[in-house]
């Protein structure tokens, strides 16, 4: 036989040693790696339910309904740049959505009509407007109605300005009408019925084209233009010629784009995919968190399962087994268990992922889930899971592998090692430093960089904390083995001097609690404390005693006018609401972020609201070049009274306001006053969202309901602070990322916990036996594992709690001026829910086992 042969029965030789051991270790073993395959399971069926959320995110897309008879929209571009270079790199470029309608020239309708393959190109406005008693709708014009799905079903069109066609839902032909644009309120002849077929959504008024351009207040421009095709003309050609057409004129930063097919929707919805990247990033965070925990839970459990081997594994390489059969043999078992328990995650990935799909709120953007997107999003976890597994196991076996017969066989019967390696050390030594740093860098950041740095403080914390669980065993129980061994008797010293004698074992133990621990009050407690913060500055601002509101399409600008000139009214301002883009940097790159501000009555506003203001005075906040700045953003930009800051408005519009006055309550009034009328101009729609009414004597409710009479669908009703925060208390949306963040994520680390808890209990099997042979008795032993769990639990909440507190406070002290604030409630159903996964993992797997006496 040749030398080549040789190596090669040699190879097959080893090949069919290491599955021979594999498969006699998994069925000797199957209780310890069944805690793995568990882990394993749930970790791919997490991450693939994530991927399956954020896929269905990223293709969903604004559904197509007023345009649905149009074949081409011409609209603005609704996004903005920012580029910038970077310290030592190339420009970057920011891209931020407007969350304004951005209007065109009126005369690029002509241009649209006259291109080739155009049938019909028609001004598209709309118009909020009240029906009735307050029944929302909207105005458009009759001649846009081609592009809808509405058909005349009754009478004619409208030929004069005081004839409309109405919606099915609103009247009957030949009747009258009143309709309120504005705080005109006029009677108008129906003229004509129509019907759609589509089902749901706000009903429609149409007036003339002159009518409605005369009420939209904006004759030089329009919302948008959509373009009818003439028979036989491609979306391609049509988007290609109408694109030609329409090319270097106004229409945003980029100038008109020309949307087809399912692109259509944009032009309805024009802060859809703007909402969808936000709730992008958030859902990006937290599916990164997914991922570090899920390697971190299967790297703890794999390595403890090798590990409680290495006794088995040393005295197979003292008989002989090469390093090679036995790195096999573990990356076979490993594999093995991961392969399985990945292909079940995948299945189950799917109706976690469909779970979480359905708690998000994300009108009007259906979420879509084609065929393929389940099956490569349960591939993609279960690939994640398989891949992590082998490689842990390796590196957990290499110590033993390694190691010389001789020295392997005195290693049999050597205890574990108390210290971790100085790779590991040395690694989580750095992961602290980094994790303080970062927590010192939030400390003196503000907005979405701080709440980054904070973010990557906690992941370093935990994982160095995984790294170096053996040396804070040893601590921690130095300061609570003398409790246990007092209060607890000769249990109480067993306790305590199995967890002093094993503090890898122990370190093991206390990773999964220190994760779900610091995950969950991190999570929770970052929301509630600006949430509390805001509440209090917004209750403390509000000085008026009653509110005013309307339909969600809002309040006429008129009617703040009326409730002012009411008997017993002492000061009345509008809130008109919109968003400003801030161009900047963080950390060197170029960034966009989107603020909300508010429209505000200068004369009116010390009256309604007392923002604390610390510089400047607010009564200059009028014309259009005035603004007033929250006093930490003031900080970050470097800008102080008599300064100018550059800002984007709602429609993209860049302008350089004079700073008048700095204030306080920035957390529950926004970052940025402007003049009422400064606004007005770059927004979709010129209406107030509530009017903050404060009464001279006594309560003056039944005035300022006289004084808006005429204004239907309008209410009156004492004042909260949820009425001036610049945005509510708590949202649906806020709801589901809590349930997806805290209850999917934090489920998941419980039986993580419960999992490697199980682990641990199975491997001490030996170590029970052994107690029972010297003379512990059975309720000796169960109290020493009662003691264990609650040494477990007390050590791991507290260091979780420790590792939580240092990001939080860097977050909370510089955004809020105080400390991070979790409610006691929720902490406590913590508490609760960290020690019955441990008492289930610690006591459940043992149970009864240990008078078997036989070893």
Sequence with gaps: MTSSGSRTALRAGSRRASAFLARRSL???????????????????????????????????????HYAGADAVVVADQRVTYTAKPWGSEPQTATAHLPERVRLDRSLVAQAAAADGVALAVADDSVPVTVGDGAPAVGRSWASAVLTSYELSDGRAPKSASEVVVDRALADAGGHITVQVGGATRQY????????????????????????????????????????????????????????????????????????????????????????????????????????????????AVSQAVHQRSGELALLRAVGATPRQ?????????????DTAAVLGAVGSVPLGLLMRSLLTTDPLPLPVPVWLPVAAGVAGALVVALAARPVALLAARTVTRMRPAVA????????????????TGAGVLLTVAGLGSAGTAATQSGQAAALA???????????????????????????????????????????????????????????????????????????????????????????????????????????????????????????????VLAHREAGDPALDRFPVLGVTADQLSGTLDARVTAGDPAALTGRGTVAVGEDRADDLGAGVGDTVGLRLGDGTQVRLKVVALYERSLGLGEFMLPREALAGHVSAPRDQQILVRSADGDATSAVRRALAPYKGLHVRPATADDVRISPSSSDQDDALIVIGVGVIGGFALLAVVSTLTLISVGRRPEFRLLRLVGAGRGQLLRMRVLETGLVTVAGLTIGTAVAAIPLLAFALPATGGLPYLPPVRYGVLALAVAAAATVGTLFPVRGRPAAGRG
């Design 326 to 338: 036995l790195r096999s043999a573990v990356g076979h078992e490993a594999g093995r268990v991961a």
């Design 27 to 65: 069925k000797a073993h199957r209780r310890a790696w069944a805690a793995v395959f568990a882990s394993a399971a749930a970790a791919a069926a997490l991450l693939g339910a994530f991927a399956l959320v954020l896929g269905s995110l990223l293709l969903a897309r604004p559904p197509v309904d």
């Design 189 to 300: 002849t129906v003229s004509g019925v129509a019907a759609t077929g589509h089902r749901g959504g706000t009903p429609a008024v149409f007036f003339t084209e002159a009518q409605l351009t005369a009420l939209a207040g904006h004759p030089g421009t329009v919302d948008a233009i959509g373009v009818v095709a003439e028979r036989g003309v491609s979306a391609d050609a049509l988007r290609a010629s109408v694109g030609e057409a329409v090319a270097g004129q106004a229409g945003g930063e980029r100038g008109p784009r020309v949307l087809t097919g399912a692109e259509r929707g944009e032009a309805e919805h024009v802060d859809a995919l703007g909402g969808r990247g936000d709730l992008l990033a958030m859902l990006a965070s937290i599916a990164g968190t997914v991922v570090m925990v899920a390697l971190l839970v299967i790297a703890t």
């Design 454 to 580: 904070a973010s990557g403080a906690a992941t370093s914390l935990i994982i160095a904390v995984a790294l170096l669980g053996p040396w804070i065993a040893r601590v921690s129980m130095r300061v609570l083995g003398a409790p246990a061994r007092r209060a607890g008797g000769v249990s109480g010293f067993l306790a305590a001097r199995s967890a002093a004698a094993h503090n890898r074992r122990l370190g093991a133990a206390l990773t999964p609690i220190v994760l779900v621990v610091a995950f969950v009050c991190v999570q929770l407690a970052a929301g509630t404390t600006l949430e509390r913060a805001a509440d209090r500055q917004a209750a403390d601002a509000l000085r008026a005693d009653l509110v005013v509101t309307g339909p969600a399409s809002g309040i006429p600008a008129e009617a703040a006018q009326a409730v002012r000139e009411a008997p017993g009214v002492a000061a009345a301002t509008g809130l008109l609401r919109s968003a400003v």
């Design 409 to 424: 066989l005195s290693a049999a019967r050597a205890p574990e090692p108390g210290e971790p390696g100085r790779l590991r």
